[in-house]
Structures are given as C-alpha cells and as structure tokens.
C-alpha cells in the first residue's frame, strides 16, 4: 500500500539530505518535510535526513511537522488513490461561496448500492486523512494515518468519505464556520447534505476517540435514518452510546464495537459482551492504526 507509492517517489530521488526529488513537481508536500530535516521512507516511517535514523519520542517539533504532514497525507489521497476534494458548507449555506473546510471522497462515491466506509478522527490539531501526528512521528504513517484503510477499502469495493471535524474557524476571519462550527455540526452537515443524498447498500463507521462522541448525536438526532442505513460502527478508543430504549440497546449490542488501548492481541475480548475488545496496542493514539487488522 504505502510501501509501493514511496517506492514509486524514490525511483526519481536522489540520496542528499537537502534535496531528494530530482523533478520538484514530485510531492512538493515531501519536498517541505524534508527542508525540515525529516522524511518517510518505503516503509512509512519517518527518518533523519541526515543520520537516517527514527526519532526519538519527543524528537519531532509538533508546531511545525504538523501542516507539512497533513498536507502529504492529502496529496497522497488525491493523487494516488484518486480521491475528489469537497469543500463545506456548500455555498448556499455560505454566503454563495464554498466553504474552507475540505473533505475527501472516492472515485465511485456516488455509485449507488455500494457499501460506504466512513473515517472521523478524534479532536486536536489533526485534520482529514490522519488519526494520530504522535504515531505518523514515532512508530509510521501506516498506523497514524487513514491510507491503509482507504486501500483496504478499495480493494474490498466500498466507496469512501473521510471526515474533517476539527476544521471548525475561518483561517481569515478566525469566526466559526456556518454548520461546521464543532465536531458534532460538521457531522450533521455531511450526514445531511452528502451521505444520506446517495444510496448504499450499507454505511459502515469508524470513529476515533472524539469522533465516536459524534456518532453518538449523530445516533441520537437522527435514530430511526441511522439505524436503517449503517451496518456497523467501530469505536477506536472512544465514546459511544445509542441510550437506553430497546432499538437503541439492540444496535448497540449488535452493531457496535470498541476497539480499546490494549496490549494483547488485535480482537481479543475485554469483556462478556464482546463489544469491547483489544485494539492491538496500548498507546490511545495508536489504536486506529492498529485495530484495521480487525
């Protein structure tokens, strides 16, 4: 998956720490994170240019490898796996122009009866396509990011969306964007205006940390459409409820399960229930990543 795209950057490379791309319209998104000292490697895992070796936890200067590694996730999504950049709220809900916020959805988004996956990270400073920085630092941009599961995915021949939720204030104007002003907004606002807008045959929902606490409005403003489209809900080291009737009960006991901070292997039960099992790994962060096996 990942190995393959870098593997296809690195034919055109040359081996200097200052400059890696021999054509400079390769990945400009790489180019910056490599003036920074740092870039990815084959297998995703992100090195000194000039010793080759990881970091080491707390190493990598969060303020300025964030935007730089949000914005390689991105152009990898549009340009490897095709996606199409939507941008929200739509302009009659926004003073007739497009809104800020960009989204991401696949080539056959909008091709009735197929199942569509669902990605909403957690709070923070992250942004579409990354479920944790902390792990796309430390251990790789397999596990921090959303690209494997977009792969997977595809392979299976779901279409895809992947949420924005944090993107909430006007870069210029620093104001609440309309409809989108918080995590839960920006979920209704897709849920709404694109999602229930096409047929699937199946929704099925994968909600990190935060996220999952959006599902739960989401659940609770719109029961009756939720429970008639989505299939399953993976919850990865978050919050989730569908309260307390017997519709609710009965989709939580059935459809929904947590993926929690856990050492022992990926799937194994942490309760009677078997709604609750083992992400894989016990760092919170890193739970997305590692629960895709599952």
């Not at 941008?87 to 007739?96: G, H, I, R």
């Not at 497009?98 to 923070?124: A, D, R, T």
């Not at 989505?230 to 009965?250: M, P």
Request: some cysteine.
């Amino acid at each position: 998956t990942w190995g393959s795209v870098i593997k296809e950057m690195e034919k055109k490379s040359i081996e200097t720490s200052d400059k890696y791309y021999r054509n400079s319209g390769d990945y400009p998104e790489h180019k910056k994170l490599l003036s920074l000292g740092m870039y990815f490697n084959s297998a995703g895992i992100l090195l000194n240019s000039k010793t080759k070796a990881k970091f080491a936890e707390g190493g990598v200067k969060m303020t300025t490898f964030t935007y730089p590694l949000i914005n390689f996730i991105q152009a990898i999504l549009r340009t490897e796996f095709k996606t199409t950049e939507i941008f929200v709220p739509f302009p009659e809900d926004n003073n007739k122009i497009p809104g800020p916020i960009n989204i991401f959805v696949s080539p056959n988004f909008y091709e009735k009866g197929n199942k569509l996956l669902v990605l909403i990270h957690g709070s923070g400073e992250v942004r579409a396509g990354l479920w944790s920085r902390s792990c796309c630092a430390y251990d790789s941009i397999e596990t921090g990011s959303v690209i494997p599961y977009v792969f997977k995915a595809y392979s299976e021949g779901y279409s895809v969306i992947v949420l924005n939720t944090n993107f909430n204030f006007d870069p210029s104007s620093l104001t609440p964007i309309p409809h989108n002003s918080s995590c839960v907004e920006h979920c209704q606002y897709v849920w709404e205006k694109i999602i229930t807008k096409n047929e699937y045959e199946g929704i099925y929902m994968v909600a990190h940390s935060a996220g999952g606490g959006a599902l739960a409005a989401l659940f609770k403003s719109y029961k009756s459409t939720f429970i008639a489209k989505v299939k399953a809900v993976a919850i990865t080291d978050g919050y989730f409820t569908c309260g307390e009737t017997k519709e609710g009960l009965d989709f939580f006991s059935k459809r929904v399960k947590f993926f929690m901070a856990a050492s022992d292997p990926t799937g194994t039960a942490l309760d009677k229930s078997g709604n609750f099992v083992s992400s894989g790994h016990e760092d919170h962060q890193c739970t997305s990543g590692y629960a895709i096996e599952k």
